[in-house]
C-alpha cells in the first residue's frame, strides 16, 4: 500500500529533527580536533580520527574546514577570542589602566603553565614553516590574530604607541613559547615565580 502524504511528511519531520544542526557539528568537529591535535600533534592528526572522535564522517569535516590547516585555524580563533574575553573580564575589575600589564603578565604566565600541549602545538607548526609554505600562512595567520588582540589592548590603556605594543607582544609571545618548551621536557624546569618575573621584565622594558 502507497504511503500516504501525511506519513511521508511525518518521516521527512523526524529525520529534520534529528539531523544535527550546522554550528552543533562545526562545535563538536573542533572539540574533536582540539582534543585530537594536542594529543598527537599537528602532522600526526588524522582527520578520519577527528572524524570518529565528533560522530560524524570525514565528510562533514570538509563541509565545515577545507584542510587541516583551516580546522587548525579556527580552533586558534576560538582560543583568542576565548583569551580576550578573559582579559576583558579581568580588566572591568580594573580601576587604573597602569594595572593592564599585570593582568596580561599573569595571565601569559598562567597560559604557560595550563596550555602547555597547545604551545607544543604552535613551536611544532613554526618547526615546519620554514620548509612548508601553508605552515608558514597558518603561523602567520595565528601570530597576526594573537598580537592584534593584546596590542589593541595595551595601546586602548593609553601605555603605548601601535609599534610599541607590538615589539612587547612579540617579545612576551616569544618568552611564552620558550617557557612552555621547556615545561614540555621538564615540568618542574621553572616555577611561576620564574615566569611571571621574566615576563614582567619584558613588558615593562618596552612600556617605561
Known amino acids: 500500500m502507497p504511503d500516504s502524504t ?23 568537529i573542533l572539540q574533536a580536533a582540539s582534543q585530537h591535535f594536542l594529543e598527537v600533534g599537528y602532522r600526526s592528526a588524522r582527520l578520519e580520527t577527528i572524524a570518529h572522535l565528533a560522530g560524524f564522517t570525514k565528510g562533514a ?8 590547516q583551516e580546522l587548525v585555524l579556527a580552533l586558534a580563533a576560538e582560543r583568542i577570542a576565548d583569551y580576550a574575553r578573559q582579559m576583558e573580564t579581568r ?23 595550563e596550555e ?14 620554514a620548509a612548508e609554505p601553508a605552515l608558514r600562512e597558518l603561523c602567520r595567520s595565528i601570530d597576526e590574530r594573537l598580537r592584534s588582540v593584546f596590542t589593541t589592548m595595551l595601546t586602548a590603556a593609553g601605555l603605548v604607541d601601535a609599534e610599541q ?3 612587547a607582544i ?6 611564552v613559547h620558550g617557557f612552555a ?10 616555577s611561576r615565580n620564574d615566569i611571571t618575573r621574566t615576563l614582567r ?8
Do not use: C, M
Open 6 to 28: 501525511a506519513a511521508r511528511s511525518r518521516r521527512a519531520l523526524s529525520r529534520e529533527r534529528v539531523r544535527p544542526r550546522r554550528d552543533a557539528v562545526r562545535s563538536a
Open 61 to 68: 569535516i570538509y563541509s565545515n574546514f577545507s584542510s587541516k
Open 91 to 113: 580588566l572591568d575589575h580594573s580601576t587604573d589602566p597602569a594595572q593592564l600589564l599585570d593582568v596580561l603578565v599573569e595571565h601569559l604566565a598562567g597560559e604557560v603553565l
Open 116 to 129: 602547555t600541549a597547545w604551545h607544543t602545538l604552535v613551536a611544532e607548526l613554526a618547526a615546519g614553516a
Open 165 to 167: 605594543a607590538t615589539r
Open 170 to 175: 612579540r617579545s612576551l609571545l616569544a618568552a
Open 181 to 190: 618548551l621547556e615545561l614540555t621536557v621538564d615540568r618542574k624546569s621553572v
Open 201 to 208: 621584565a619584558i613588558a615593562l622594558a618596552h612600556t617605561t
